[in-house]
Nanobody, 114 residues
């Protein structure tokens, strides 16, 4: 079981990045999504995309971030536009199995410079 995330990097404020995360050898996935964490703070939910359900976003990213999934590829994407310095964090993807077990990626760093 492995989640491979990519797409992080350094971008100026106002710019865009697209994160992707492929879930390898995980079947019966019922939801995928993204969390983020900054030093000294708890990991917070950024966006989630359950099977057949409505996507959900943190208030701080609504209107700027878009989550999408390619179920055939077991991949989740996070399109991040109008990035702000406060979006700087390590972003973690997850895949939730039908049993409720969550699998996590290693994290990808997003740095937004002012």
């Amino acid at each position: 079981v492995q989640l491979q995330a990519s797409g992080g990097g350094l971008v100026q404020a106002g710019g865009s990045l697209r994160l992707s995360c492929a879930a390898i050898s995980i079947f019966s996935v019922r939801a995928m999504g993204w969390y983020r964490q900054t030093p000294g703070k708890q990991r917070e939910l950024v966006a989630s995309a359950p099977n057949g359900g409505a996507t959900a976003y943190a208030d701080s990213v609504k209107g700027r971030f878009t989550i999408s999934r390619d179920n055939a590829k077991n991949t989740v994407y996070l399109q991040m536009n109008s990035l702000k310095p406060e979006d700087t964090a390590v972003y973690y993807c997850y895949a939730e199995h039908a049993s409720g077990i969550r699998y996590w990626g290693k994290g990808t760093l997003v740095t937004v410079s002012s």
